[in-house]
């Protein structure tokens, strides 16, 4: 798959989970919870234990039926980690050229941290896809807003504080897509092996985002 093509992908699916599971095992088990909840974006970050292994067993589970990818990316080892284990794109917190390079090297589609309008230009210029706007809490959608004014045509992903409440607001300030961690695939639920919560909340994201873009939920 191109980069080209996984970033189409991205926008359809349009939520992008961030799972940070205790262990490689929480983490497939909550990414087929959140496939059968209707959210096919999987970010397996490299604070989940074995994170390659887990990235591994979802593409062998899911194939086409997910887009799965890695997260928390924060050196060149894990870029290529990640790309070996057969992720589609690779994420990263911040934007350091290194890092970045190595990402790109690997073919896959590439996005990287920013939260000011010098970081967004520093990510463009090293070669991300898609910018993460991260953490995104810190300014919400008002702060989507305003980098779109001098990035009309960068594609931006809100990440930190997205809720299903609030991805219209989200979508209506320009974002490509979402990133959603703890309010889609909490803490407690992961650690406590409650999939079927998991799996609801991945169905209220997912409606929430197909009526902000305009569909039939």
């Not at 992908?9 to 959140?34: K, M, T």
């Not at 070996?84 to 073919?107: I, K, N, W």
Request: proline fraction near 6%; charged fraction near 20%; charge should be negative.
């Amino acid at each position: 798959m191109t980069a080209s093509e996984t970033i189409r992908r991205l926008r359809e699916a349009g939520v992008l989970a961030v799972l940070r599971a205790p262990s490689a095992a929480h983490a497939v088990a909550a990414g087929d919870a959140l496939v059968r909840g209707g959210v096919t974006g999987l970010e397996i970050t490299y604070s989940t234990p074995d994170a390659a292994a887990a990235i591994r067993e979802l593409v062998a589970r899911h194939g086409d039926a997910a887009l799965v990818g890695a997260g928390t990316v924060t050196t060149p080892a894990q870029a290529e980690e990640a790309a070996d284990a057969g992720a589609a794109f690779l994420v990263s917190p911040g934007t350091d050229e290194q890092v970045a390079r190595a990402m790109t090297a690997t073919g896959r589609a590439v996005m990287t941290g920013a939260l000011t309008p010098s970081e967004v230009m520093r990510a463009l210029s090293l070669g991300a896809d898609v910018v993460k706007i991260f953490p995104a809490s810190l300014g919400g959608p008002a702060l989507l807003r305003a980098l779109r004014g001098p990035f009309p045509d960068a594609p931006l992903m809100p990440t930190g504080g997205v809720t299903s409440e609030n991805i219209p607001d989200w979508i209506a300030a320009g974002a490509v897509a979402v990133g959603a961690g703890g309010d889609l695939c909490p803490a407690t639920a992961l650690v406590e092996e409650r999939y079927d919560v998991i799996e609801r909340l991945a169905r209220e994201f997912r409606t929430a985002f197909v009526r902000a873009t305009g569909g039939a939920a």
